[in-house]
């Protein structure tokens, strides 16, 4: 059995743990071990289906030190007039890039890919070749970072909760650019944004919308992603932060909360006719949004039982099916639901969302935050975990955690500088763009409602 020592071990080495390592190294004279079960880096990124893309721009994810394509504003199809949005391909290329010739280089990061990590004791750590089963112990000097306790539930490794008859031909999204005949159907079962991408992608095949039946569970709230641009037209997203913040200081709950930031044009549904009480960030174009409308076959009979050769049954009813259907399950949890911890501890750090909505910057923060030095109660209070449920009656308490979150580190000038200049951070270079209206008219709502929303969230969570 062979053994090292380092500063840090990192466990994971998806979006979470490559932004971490990539802050600590760059704000540290940390060394660091990186462990995943997969053959690269890239984590969920490098099971997703080929057709999906980035919720967000491109300019807002990967890690601080490198730029995740090229800053463009597309000029066609459903992302025209926003910043690029990379693939799946593009993101594994970027993050092999970002490992092979920024983190190792350095000297101070060792990657062992399928590796498995097995517990520790004490100060000694395990981990476990899947290749050739060779152990080593990883003597750890500072703390183990588990970037493993957010991930999520990938369509293509994900086994439906429903039973399928013999002869029902059920795939993951990944098997649809594999199809070797034409199928009666498609049915798409699930109701979040890989459902969405999978609708999409279906009739920018040129797929009737009467052919698509969608099983909805339920519905979402979505975010117009004409409010998430960031570098040039930053404007939006403190437009939006502006929204947040005016909701959050004017409503009576959760639900009033929603309904305000839809009157913005911040959120948005598919049926202006039924009222989410999901929000599990996904993002949409207006374009995609009326092109999803389009497909009027909806079934909102609850989750799925069985799918039969004649009939899919739910808890209560059925619905008559035939035998050449090709169902496409879209049910996995993706951003699973954390349990909130203290991300700061003795001996480990364990990485959740605290900034709204993007991981990579919400573990980059966690890597500067530790970078300085400081006690683990004093990290903890400039980094509460947002308590992300993906219901919308959580919102106030994520809305509460992410404002005391960010004034926290409003106090803290090293963070804020970092913060300030981290290409993770949607409205980096804000102060810049005072010539776009809305960047003062934003910043002046921004400082007005931001004790009353404090105030008021607290009044609500009472």
């Given at each position: 059995?062979?053994?090292?020592?380092t500063?840090?071990?990192?466990?994971?080495?998806?979006?979470?743990?490559?932004?971490?390592?990539?802050?600590?190294i760059?704000?540290?004279?940390?060394?660091?071990?990186?462990?995943d079960?997969?053959?690269?880096?890239?984590?969920?990124?490098?099971?997703?289906?080929?057709?999906?893309?980035?919720?967000?721009?491109?300019?807002c994810?990967?890690?601080?030190?490198?730029?995740l394509?090229n800053?463009?504003?597309?000029?066609?199809?459903?992302?025209?007039g926003?910043?690029?949005r990379?693939?799946?391909?593009?993101i594994?290329?970027?993050?092999?890039?970002?490992?092979?010739?920024?983190?190792?280089?350095?000297?101070?990061?060792?990657?062992?890919?399928m590796?498995?990590?097995?517990?520790?004791?004490?100060?000694?750590?395990?981990?476990?070749?899947l290749?050739?089963?060779?152990?080593?112990?990883?003597?750890?000097?500072?703390?183990?970072?588990?970037?493993?306790?957010?991930?999520?539930?990938?369509?293509?490794?994900?086994?439906?909760?429903?039973?399928?008859?013999p002869?029902?031909?059920?795939?993951?999204?990944?098997?649809?650019?594999?199809?070797?005949?034409?199928?009666?159907?498609?049915?798409?079962?699930?109701?979040?944004?890989?459902?969405?991408?999978?609708?999409?992608?279906?009739?920018?095949?040129?797929?009737?919308p009467?052919r698509?039946?969608?099983?909805?569970p339920?519905?979402?709230?979505l975010?117009?992603?004409?409010?998430?641009?960031?570098?040039?037209?930053?404007?939006?997203?403190?437009?939006?932060?502006?929204?947040y913040?005016?909701?959050?200081?004017?409503c009576?709950?959760?639900?009033?909360?929603?309904?305000?930031?839809?009157?913005?044009?911040?959120?948005?549904?598919?049926?202006?006719?039924v009222?989410?009480?999901?929000?599990?960030?996904a993002?949409?174009?207006?374009?995609e949004?009326?092109?999803?409308?389009?497909?009027?076959?909806?079934?909102?009979?609850?989750?799925?039982?069985?799918?039969?050769?004649?009939?899919i049954?739910?808890?209560?009813?059925?619905?008559?099916?035939?035998?050449?259907?090709?169902?496409?399950?879209?049910?996995?949890?993706?951003?699973?639901?954390?349990?909130?911890?203290?991300?700061?501890e003795?001996?480990?750090?364990?990485?959740?969302?605290?900034?709204?909505?993007?991981?990579?910057?919400?573990?980059?923060?966690?890597?500067?935050?530790?970078?300085?030095g400081?006690?683990?109660?004093?990290?903890?209070?400039?980094?509460p975990p947002?308590?992300m449920?993906?219901?919308?009656s959580?919102?106030?308490?994520?809305?509460?955690?992410?404002?005391?979150?960010?004034?926290?580190?409003?106090?803290?000038?090293e963070?804020?500088?970092?913060?300030?200049r981290c290409?993770?951070?949607?409205?980096?270079?804000?102060?810049e763009?005072?010539?776009?209206?809305?960047v003062?008219?934003?910043?002046?709502?921004?400082?007005?409602?931001?004790?009353?929303?404090?105030?008021?969230?607290?009044?609500?969570?009472?």
């Amino acid at each position: 059995m062979s053994q090292i020592e380092t500063d840090y071990l990192v466990v994971g080495a998806g979006a979470t743990g490559m932004a971490f390592v990539d802050t600590l190294i760059g704000e540290s004279d940390a060394d660091v071990v990186m462990v995943d079960r997969r053959y690269r880096p890239g984590g969920h990124w490098l099971d997703a289906y080929p057709f999906v893309r980035l919720h967000q721009p491109s300019a807002c994810y990967g890690v601080p030190s490198r730029a995740l394509g090229n800053d463009r504003i597309d000029d066609s199809g459903p992302n025209s007039g926003f910043y690029e949005r990379s693939t799946a391909a593009e993101i594994c290329s970027y993050y092999e890039r970002v490992l092979a010739e920024d983190l190792l280089p350095s000297g101070r990061v060792r990657f062992l890919p399928m590796t498995d990590y097995r517990g520790a004791d004490g100060d000694d750590h395990h981990v476990m070749s899947l290749v050739t089963g060779a152990e080593t112990t990883i003597r750890v000097r500072r703390r183990l970072v588990d970037a493993t306790y957010g991930q999520s539930s990938i369509p293509s490794r994900h086994k439906p909760e429903y039973d399928i008859d013999p002869g029902v031909r059920v795939i993951p999204p990944n098997d649809l650019v594999d199809l070797d005949a034409v199928p009666t159907g498609f049915t798409v079962l699930g109701a979040g944004k890989t459902a969405m991408d999978t609708c999409s992608w279906l009739l920018g095949q040129g797929v009737d919308p009467d052919r698509i039946r969608w099983i909805k569970p339920r519905d979402g709230w979505l975010t117009n992603r004409a409010f998430i641009q960031p570098l040039d037209q930053v404007g939006s997203v403190l437009q939006m932060q502006a929204s947040y913040l005016e909701s959050a200081a004017a409503c009576s709950d959760a639900r009033d909360f929603a309904l305000r930031l839809e009157a913005t044009g911040v959120f948005m549904r598919i049926d202006p006719t039924v009222e989410p009480e999901v929000f599990r960030g996904a993002t949409l174009s207006l374009s995609e949004l009326e092109e999803l409308r389009s497909i009027e076959n909806v079934v909102r009979h609850g989750r799925v039982r069985r799918i039969e050769a004649s009939q899919i049954n739910f808890d209560d009813c059925s619905v008559p099916t035939d035998t050449e259907q090709v169902y496409v399950d879209c049910t996995a949890e993706g951003l699973r639901t954390m349990v909130p911890r203290p991300i700061f501890e003795p001996g480990r750090i364990t990485p959740q969302y605290v900034t709204a909505g993007i991981a990579p910057w919400s573990a980059a923060t966690i890597a500067a935050v530790e970078a300085l030095g400081r006690d683990d109660a004093h990290k903890n209070s400039l980094c509460p975990p947002l308590p992300m449920t993906g219901q919308i009656s959580s919102m106030p308490a994520v809305m509460a955690a992410n404002l005391a979150g960010t004034v926290a580190r409003m106090s803290e000038p090293e963070v804020t500088t970092w913060n300030d200049r981290c290409r993770l951070n949607p409205a980096r270079g804000a102060g810049e763009h005072m010539d776009d209206p809305r960047v003062p008219a934003a910043f002046t709502s921004i400082v007005s409602n931001m004790g009353p929303a404090m105030e008021n969230l607290g009044r609500i969570l009472s």
